[in-house]
């Protein structure tokens, strides 16, 4: 299959592209890049064949019509959007224009090269925050109604919705995946697991907001690439699948086990644990994520494989054996500490 990946150079895109490429198909890369992109994901792969980059942003039309008329891609995998809830807080503008224009923008281009004459697939990528927040039981289901408490889950709310309705209105062949909080090796250093690595490696505070008994279900971002692929190859078109980790834990839990692996590499810092803060909250914190995956399990055959201690080690280890990743990203300047208190006049 020609793979058109929207998003290539983040996190979660690039781990879709390299897994790609691993399956033996053709990947375009498309990404503005803008700044938690990042090439170096890639790099692995961007001598291959298989693989083209093409730097443009979603929201350029004549653009992307230039890409779907050049490349002839079977499969669009989209999941270019602004993603860091502390961000859309402190400014939603660029998380309306990304995720909701961008995402309309997408679907017209892709709309016109499909034309209903070829064997196309549309899968929209999403996440679990579109649901709203649980109590201390249940778990989002692929029926569960929205309730977004955040500008960024609003505005992924809203692509979802604008995917689906393209395909009621258009017979646009559509799919969609609603997804757990991943991670794993090449995560943007300004979120939660890589923000208690490298403070921990540096002797820095740890924040952690309110009292960190937030829950969230954790994804290893490789089984998330393969069940990706997998939704998009093998998804019933009009469907929507939950791909989850099946790893709840709360954020202090998720904190001290960290700090305890950080304790065993890097004892000169230990107890790492002591560099906990406790900071206020931010506005809107959900409580608790956790995904029913069962359908994707009983119609695809997907599992997670990762379990979340297993994959907390690979994690640590790949920060510490990949510091000139890292390094780099801090240089360039555009990680930024916790926004979501700006809003609350803090």
């Given at each position: 299959?020609?793979?058109?990946?929207?998003?290539?150079?983040?996190?979660?895109?690039?781990?879709?592209?390299?897994?790609?490429?691993?399956?033996?198909?053709?990947?375009?890369?498309?990404?503005?890049?803008?700044?938690?992109?990042?090439?170096?994901?890639?790099?692995?792969?961007?001598?291959?064949?298989?693989?083209?980059?093409?730097?443009?942003?979603?929201?350029?039309r004549p653009e992307l019509?230039?890409?779907?008329?050049?490349?002839?891609?079977?499969?669009?995998?989209?999941?270019?959007?602004?993603?860091?809830?502390?961000?859309?807080?402190?400014?939603?503008?660029?998380?309306?224009?990304?995720?909701?224009?961008?995402?309309?923008?997408?679907?017209?281009?892709?709309?016109?090269?499909?034309?209903?004459?070829?064997?196309?697939?549309?899968?929209?990528?999403?996440?679990?925050?579109?649901?709203?927040?649980?109590?201390?039981?249940?778990?989002?289901?692929?029926?569960?109604?929205?309730?977004?408490?955040?500008?960024?889950?609003?505005?992924?709310?809203?692509?979802?919705?604008?995917?689906?309705?393209?395909?009621?209105?258009?017979?646009?062949?559509?799919?969609?995946?609603?997804?757990?909080?991943?991670?794993?090796?090449?995560?943007f250093p300004e979120k939660?697991?890589?923000?208690?690595?490298?403070?921990?490696?540096?002797?820095?505070?740890?924040?952690?907001?309110?009292?960190?008994?937030?829950?969230?279900?954790?994804?290893?971002?490789?089984?998330?690439?393969?069940?990706?692929?997998?939704?998009?190859?093998?998804?019933?078109?009009?469907?929507?699948?939950?791909?989850?980790?099946?790893?709840?834990?709360?954020?202090?839990?998720?904190?001290?086990?960290?700090?305890?692996?950080?304790?065993?590499?890097?004892?000169?810092?230990?107890?790492?644990?002591?560099?906990?803060?406790?900071?206020?909250?931010?506005?809107?914190?959900?409580?608790?994520?956790?995904?029913?995956?069962?359908?994707?399990?009983?119609?695809?055959?997907?599992?997670?494989?990762?379990?979340?201690d297993e994959g907390l080690?690979?994690?640590?280890?790949?920060?510490?054996?990949?510091?000139?990743?890292?390094?780099?990203?801090?240089?360039?300047?555009?990680?930024?500490?916790?926004?979501?208190?700006?809003?609350?006049?803090?």
């Amino acid at each position: 299959m020609k793979l058109l990946v929207t998003g290539g150079a983040g996190f979660i895109g690039s781990a879709v592209v390299r897994q790609a490429i691993a399956d033996g198909h053709e990947v375009v890369n498309l990404d503005c890049l803008t700044y938690a992109a990042n090439l170096p994901n890639v790099a692995s792969v961007e001598d291959s064949p298989n693989y083209a980059f093409e730097q443009v942003n979603i929201c350029d039309r004549p653009e992307l019509d230039r890409v779907f008329a050049e490349h002839q891609p079977d499969i669009v995998m989209h999941l270019a959007a602004e993603s860091h809830v502390d961000r859309s807080i402190d400014g939603p503008a660029d998380f309306i224009e990304t995720n909701i224009v961008g995402t309309y923008t997408l679907l017209e281009a892709a709309r016109s090269y499909w034309a209903g004459t070829r064997d196309f697939r549309f899968h929209h990528i999403s996440t679990d925050e579109v649901f709203g927040t649980l109590g201390d039981t249940g778990l989002f289901t692929e029926t569960t109604p929205y309730d977004p408490n955040s500008p960024y889950s609003a505005s992924k709310a809203s692509s979802d919705h604008l995917v689906r309705a393209w395909g009621e209105t258009y017979g646009l062949p559509v799919v969609l995946s609603n997804c757990s909080n991943n991670y794993g090796p090449f995560h943007f250093p300004e979120k939660l697991i890589p923000v208690v690595i490298l403070n921990a490696l540096a002797g820095k505070k740890i924040p952690v907001y309110g009292e960190g008994k937030n829950v969230r279900d954790w994804l290893f971002v490789t089984d998330h690439a393969r069940a990706l692929l997998l939704v998009a190859q093998e998804g019933k078109l009009g469907e929507s699948y939950n791909i989850g980790g099946n790893a709840e834990a709360q954020n202090i839990e998720i904190v001290r086990k960290i700090c305890a692996l950080m304790d065993a590499r890097n004892p000169d810092n230990a107890p790492h644990a002591d560099l906990i803060e406790y900071v206020t909250d931010r506005p809107g914190h959900d409580f608790r994520y956790a995904i029913d995956a069962s359908k994707i399990r009983a119609e695809l055959g997907w599992e997670p494989s990762v379990t979340l201690d297993e994959g907390l080690e690979a994690t640590v280890d790949w920060y510490l054996e990949n510091r000139p990743w890292w390094q780099s990203i801090q240089q360039r300047g555009h990680i930024q500490e916790r926004l979501g208190l700006k809003q609350a006049g803090q």
